[in-house]
């Protein structure tokens, strides 16, 4: 009995351990990420830009303009007028391009989140399954990863949003089908050095099978470094999406995207630069800022610096 309560004691003793290691390994990064300022800083401005894009609505009642309203007296794009509360300009149409961007910041987060998230199921299941997996069927699946890096996806975006058309959940989709080869082989690396750990071995040992120890102990452990790759993923489908806003493909009347507003003002640019400067702004600032943001979560939680 005293054999079996020391027993006992020790797998506690061990599960503290284990606890506190993770713990501390947690507040090392968090520590890290603290004293990068420039990260810290980013986290800061993309907060403001979310609180911004989230209370777009209160933009239409402090200049009293609705985002599909025309004014009739500033038709054809123009300039700011700051008496008139029109404070970065009409477009074409005689609408406010401030709360425009305001909306329009807040679908491209929208495009971003959900097609980085799509990226990120995808990823992740991809990758461990590879990983996991080993041999032949690593090898096989690597080989079709290469071969899909192959093509222009930015293209297969265009050619999908052409054939299936251009409702907004499409775009969502189709981007982020498009941006999970990084998560992937980022997965498959996480998972080659977890796969000979002793609790994978455990776990083997008694009798759990693959399918288990890919849910239960592969999966949850690549999380962390899955949703740090995503910040890094996001910009880029941000951009992607400013593309395809840019060559019409992107989202439709009448909600619109950043991508959108800069390609209804490239065209007229030298006349009305006003039409492209506010979007063009808050999108190199919101990039910037997740780019930012992105580089210190890596070095935050990088194992070479553990």
């Keep these: 009995m005293s054999l079996l309560n020391r027993t006992n004691n020790q797998s506690a003793l061990e599960a503290a351990v284990t606890t506190l290691q993770s713990r501390s390994l947690t507040q090392l990064a968090i520590a890290r990420f603290l004293r990068n300022r420039v990260a810290v800083g980013a986290s800061i401005v993309l907060l403001i830009l979310v609180a911004l894009a989230v209370f777009a609505p209160v933009f239409e009642l402090l ?58 199921v995808i990823g992740i299941s991809y990758g461990a399954i590879s990983g996991l997996a080993g041999g032949m069927v690593d090898t096989i699946m690597m080989r079709i990863l290469d071969l899909l890096y192959s093509f222009p996806l930015t293209l297969i975006a265009v050619i999908a949003l052409a054939y299936f058309g251009r409702n907004i959940m499409i775009v969502f989709v189709i981007i982020g089908l498009v941006e999970w080869q990084l998560m992937a082989r980022v997965i498959r690396g996480q998972v080659l050095s977890l796969r000979n750990a002793e609790f994978i071995e455990a776990a083997r040992a008694t009798g759990v099978r693959p399918f288990g120890i890919l849910v239960r102990h592969i999966v949850p452990n690549v999380t962390g470094v899955a949703i740090v790759y995503m910040t890094l993923i996001i910009p880029e489908v941000i951009l992607v999406e400013s593309f395809l806003g840019y060559l019409g493909l992107g989202v439709q009347e009448p909600n619109t995207s950043l991508g959108v507003l800069i390609s209804e003002g490239a065209n007229a640019i030298e006349q009305k630069p006003w039409m492209t400067y506010g979007p063009g702004i808050f999108l190199v600032v919101l990039l910037m800022a997740l780019n930012f943001l992105g580089d210190g979560l890596r070095d935050a939680f990088d194992p070479k610096d553990r």
Excluded: C
């Excluded at 008139?84 to 495009?111: C, E, K, P, W």
């Design 63 to 120: 200049t009293g303009y609705p985002m599909e309203f025309q004014d009739r007296d500033f038709y054809s794009g123009k300039p700011p007028n700051w008496e008139a509360q029109h404070y970065l300009g009409t477009d074409y149409n005689g609408r406010d391009i401030l709360v425009r961007t305001m909306f329009g910041m807040r679908i491209s987060m929208m495009v971003a989140l959900v097609a980085a998230t799509v990226a990120l």
